[in-house]
């Protein structure tokens, strides 16, 4: 039972280029999400979504944008990446109304 | 919104000592979620207790314990008898009590650093 899994853990990209950062969950989990963490911050939730197909947007949207591609995975996009989206990026996920959040561990992305 | 505020960016305790983070938070709602999450260095983020906000009784997990007041909109940790394992980055967050349209999300504050000393 691997848990929350994010790739890759590691990204650095120039100004302009885009990627895709990857999360699965093997909990049968309804709800996911994508959060990030500046230095100095704590998470800050960007996208959610309560179950496939729907998604949400979060306090900071701007710059993303997320698919949930079924039950397990949920993808958040970045099309055309700047510095101030440098950061690390979570991935979590919960029972739907769930408590309990299980999050990934994490990929730390660099926009130079 | 909900805000979360966490005004010490570091504490330092003694290992086998009692230390207390301290957490206020700023709401309308009258029902929500209250939790603290642990982040080693390894950067993994781990649920350390959480507490409903309609519970009187706070919520006690091993050597880790919760002082709610909900009139204060206050939630502190204590952490009995530290351990050198103990030694994170410690978030309080706060949690709708409705869901969906994000409300399920996590409103974080900015954290504090826990230093162990043997």
């Known amino acids: 039972n691997a848990g929350v899994t994010q790739t890759p853990k590691f990204q650095v990209l120039k100004t302009g280029q885009s990627m895709t950062l990857q999360c699965a969950q093997d909990?049968?989990?309804?709800?996911m999400y994508w959060y990030r963490q500046d230095p100095g911050m704590g998470l800050r939730l960007i996208y959610y979504s309560a179950s496939e197909g729907t998604t949400d947007k979060g306090e900071v949207p701007n710059g993303y944008n997320v698919s949930r591609l079924n039950k397990r995975e949920f993808s958040l996009r970045l099309e055309s990446a700047a510095p101030s989206q440098t950061s690390v990026y979570f991935c979590?996920?919960?029972?739907?109304?769930?408590?309990?959040?299980?999050f990934g561990p994490g990929t730390r992305l660099t926009v130079l | 919104a909900q805000t979360v505020t966490q005004s010490q960016p570091e504490m330092s305790v003694q290992e086998a000592e009692t230390v207390t983070l301290s957490c206020t938070y700023d709401?309308?709602?009258?029902?929500?979620?209250l939790f603290w999450y642990k982040q080693p260095p390894s950067r993994q983020m781990i649920l350390v207790i959480r507490q409903e906000a309609y519970k009187q009784q706070n919520a006690t997990e091993n050597r880790f314990s919760v002082n709610f007041q909900k009139a204060a909109k206050s939630f502190s940790l204590k952490i009995s008898d530290s351990q050198l394992g103990d030694a994170a980055m410690y978030f309080c967050?706060?949690?709708?009590?409705?869901?969906?349209?994000?409300?399920?999300?996590?409103?974080f504050g900015k954290g504090t650093h826990l230093i162990i000393q043997p």
């Open positions: 709401t309308s709602e009258s029902d929500y979620y």
């Open positions: 967050a706060y949690r709708s009590f409705y869901s969906g349209g994000g409300a399920d999300g996590l409103t």
């Open positions: 909990m049968n989990h309804n709800s």
């Open positions: 979590a996920s919960s029972e739907r109304g769930g408590l309990e959040q299980f």
